[in-house]
């Protein structure tokens, strides 16, 4: 395999890894956004009912 080849085959497989590691930060993040906003949102049935 030629040192021209080989270059190729990194920046082709640079890229799906890119998108793999994106795809797993967003996912952490958007559950991590996902418990804090249920845990600011929950709220008791005695607050709602309080006058």
């Given amino acids: 395999m030629s040192e ?9 497989l640079r890229s799906p890894r890119s998108a793999a590691v994106a795809g797993i930060v967003y996912s952490v993040l958007m559950m991590l956004g996902l418990v804090f906003a249920a845990r600011v949102i929950r709220a008791k049935p005695e607050d709602i009912t309080k006058e």
């Fill in 4 to 12: 021209e080849e080989r270059s190729s085959v990194q920046r082709q």
